[in-house]
């Protein structure tokens, strides 16, 4: 393992591999995906395991893999793999843990039986990882694992169709992940970490990305259906109600509340990747961008989904003022970072005849000089790759 992208945590890693669909019926792939997210959720609760989050590990999905080589890309020791294979009622699932050191495998168990069954094996394969890595389960994380779960199958499904559409990050697949996730909610309303992602799509679309048009509403009533979830979601906390509750008081400029609510995120999931991402965002604001960049650098929190890795870096560069001694945006920016951030600074650039000479940058209370704020729409427009010649 000497050719690791990252250093070895001090404590054991794990990265969870997309489960393989081995049912005769290609729409069983939201049931599979999503035994694979509810195992890397349960194993993220546990204090004293470091575990690679779902963007980085689903990358590998439906392709030839070798585990050596993906837990050297990774940054972890041991990987998890399994196939499941539903007929009708009926489940069988293969789950193993291997160390990616020898090749050996640590623990490997198969089940078969009623599909009504399944979220009880799910929790007895997270006590059995963590008791074949010898790791005690403390008795609040034992009762944690399944907080903010569901029991019930068709709700775990349109809650899998729903975070799938949310992380895609853009405005109309957030309208269309609500739906999804409102039908979860509706079948099981005790599904916690559903109400919670509710309220953050409805965030977003309130004070954040300005996505209310897509789901047909205005910011003030956008934000006033995510304090109703919220609402719903502190009844069954997760990690993800310290996130809203950071992101908002950071919307308002309560710095010390959203550092406050951010640590209590990462303290209650350690391996949350929004959790660090809202700890990055308030760290810049603080003044404090080498702190913000650091909970996004990949070496340091390799669960971050990749593509707030830009936008939080960029943000920081223009806190540290180093934006015009910069060549290029951070190096990795893929072309829709590029395009959203130029249409930020667009609606922000609205702001400047109301604040005169200078305008705020969003999330990092920057005061950019007009001819400054020009130069960079410029400078993102010389990045932005030139169309094919015909």
């Not at 039986?113 to 994380?141: C, H, M, N, T, Y």
């Not at 999330?363 to 000089?369: G, H, R, S, Y």
């Not at 410029?378 to 094919?388: G, Y």
Request: hydrophobic share 45%; net charge positive; glycine share 6%.
């Amino acid at each position: 393992m000497a050719r690791m992208a990252f250093p070895l945590p001090d404590k054991p890693s794990v990265a969870v591999l997309p489960f393989d669909n081995m049912s005769d019926d290609p729409a069983q792939e939201h049931f599979v995906d999503g035994m694979t997210d509810d195992l890397i959720t349960d194993l993220s609760k546990v204090s004293g395991l470091f575990v690679i989050a779902r963007n980085s590990t689903f990358v590998y999905k439906n392709q030839p893999v070798e585990i050596r080589r993906v837990a050297e890309a990774l940054g972890v020791r041991y990987v998890v793999e399994g196939s499941v294979r539903r007929a009708g009622d009926t489940v069988r699932v293969n789950a193993q843990l291997i160390d990616a050191t020898t090749g050996g495998h640590v623990w490997a168990e198969r089940y078969d039986g009623e599909v009504a069954d399944i979220f009880r094996v799910q929790d007895e394969f997270v006590r059995k990882i963590v008791e074949a890595l010898q790791i005690s389960l403390a008795p609040q994380e034992a009762r944690q694992i399944s907080q903010g779960q569901t029991n019930q199958i068709a709700a775990r499904n349109a809650f899998q169709k729903g975070w799938e559409l949310y992380l895609r990050f853009n405005a109309e697949d957030n309208a269309k992940a609500v739906s999804h996730l409102k039908k979860a909610v509706e079948l099981d309303p005790e599904y916690g970490r559903a109400f919670a992602v509710l309220s953050l799509a409805y965030l977003r679309s309130a004070k954040h990305f300005s996505w209310g048009a897509a789901l047909g509403l205005g910011n003030w009533d956008a934000y006033q259906a995510a304090l109703r979830y919220l609402e719903q979601a502190r009844k069954y906390p997760t990690a993800l109600v310290h996130v809203f509750l950071s992101l908002d008081h950071l919307y308002s400029g309560r710095q010390e509340k959203a550092f406050n609510e951010a640590a209590r995120a990462i303290s209650l999931d350690p391996n949350e990747p929004e959790a660090h991402v809202v700890m990055a965002w308030v760290m810049i604001t603080q003044g404090k961008p080498d702190a913000g960049r650091h909970q996004v650098d990949p070496a340091v929190v390799p669960q971050v989904r990749p593509q707030c890795r830009p936008a939080s870096a960029s943000r920081a560069r223009l806190n540290l003022g180093n934006f015009m001694r910069t060549p290029a945006l951070p190096d990795a920016v893929e072309q829709w970072s590029l395009t959203t951030l130029r249409e930020k600074l667009i609606k922000i650039g609205a702001k400047i005849v109301r604040r005169g000479r200078y305008v705020t940058f969003q999330m990092a209370e920057v005061a950019i000089p007009r001819a400054l704020f020009a130069d960079i729409l410029r400078r993102i427009d010389r990045l932005r790759p030139k169309p094919a010649p015909a």
